[in-house]
């Protein structure tokens, strides 16, 4: 139940296309779903997050959207480009215990030039 | 967001030996937390470091292999202990940034090999 599942596990993507990585989770106490990203040799830097009372959040050419109802949300990057490569890893926790983030799997991008 | 540097940034290591990575955030924090990330797999958290207290540790991990130190609220250490190659990882701190989100920013890790 803690869980948290993350697909595709690997992700090439033309330059300028649409890349998405889905993530799924069965704690409905998780209130609050951040996006990492993370480039070899570095830490997972905090991309995006967002709070399930809103079904959508938009930073730049980076979308996360959310549905409450199917416990699932995705990361969509926007006419990625291919300093966008790089490993993302989706998260989940509950407000009241930031502490306690359990991540996904994580998924490889590759955006081709 | 807070701004968190890591000592060393890689070693090697032989067997049976031990290890501290040090970690250095440039405010203070109330939550400090370590983790684990085997090569191409996703992060494992190891323990939470409070100030002033003992570190809580998960479950699979345990005090007399990876003891933590947290002398005040801007540095933690994380000793590995008896180390095997089943020990080579990268080993991340993290921070609990107060907010609206009680966000948690990551160090840029210490990669350890162990032979």
């Known amino acids: 139940q803690q869980q948290v599942k993350q697909s595709p596990q690997s992700l090439i993507v033309q330059k300028g296309g649409i890349s998405i990585i889905n993530c799924a989770y069965e704690?409905?106490?998780?209130?609050?779903f951040p996006w990492y990203q993370q480039f070899p040799g570095k830490g997972p830097a905090l991309l995006i997050a967002i709070r399930p009372d809103v079904s959508e959040k938009k930073e730049g050419r980076f979308t996360i959207s959310f549905n409450k109802s199917a416990k699932q949300f995705s990361l969509h990057i926007m006419d990625s480009q291919p300093g966008d490569s790089a490993t993302y890893f989706c998260?989940?926790?509950?407000?009241?215990?930031?502490?306690?983030?359990?991540f996904g799997s994580g998924t490889r991008l590759s955006i081709r030039p | 967001s807070a701004v968190i540097s890591q000592k060393p940034s890689r070693d090697i290591c032989q067997r049976g030996t031990s290890l501290t990575i040090q970690c250095q955030v440039d405010?203070?924090?109330?939550?400090m937390f370590w983790y684990r990330q085997q090569p191409g797999q996703s992060l494992t958290l190891i323990a939470t470091?409070?100030?002033?207290?003992?570190?809580?540790?998960e479950s699979g991990f345990v005090i007399d292999k990876f003891p933590i130190s947290r002398p005040n609220l801007t540095f933690s250490t994380l000793t590995v202990s008896n180390m095997s190659p089943e020990d080579s990882s990268i080993y991340l701190c993290s921070v609990e940034v107060r907010g609206p989100y009680n966000e948690q920013f990551f160090g840029p890790g210490t990669r350890l090999t162990v032979l």
């Open positions: 405010s203070q924090v109330t939550m």
């Open positions: 998260a989940a926790s509950t407000i009241s215990s930031a502490s306690k983030i359990i």
């Open positions: 704690n409905t106490a998780f209130d609050y």
């Open positions: 470091a409070n100030q002033g207290s003992e570190a809580t540790y």
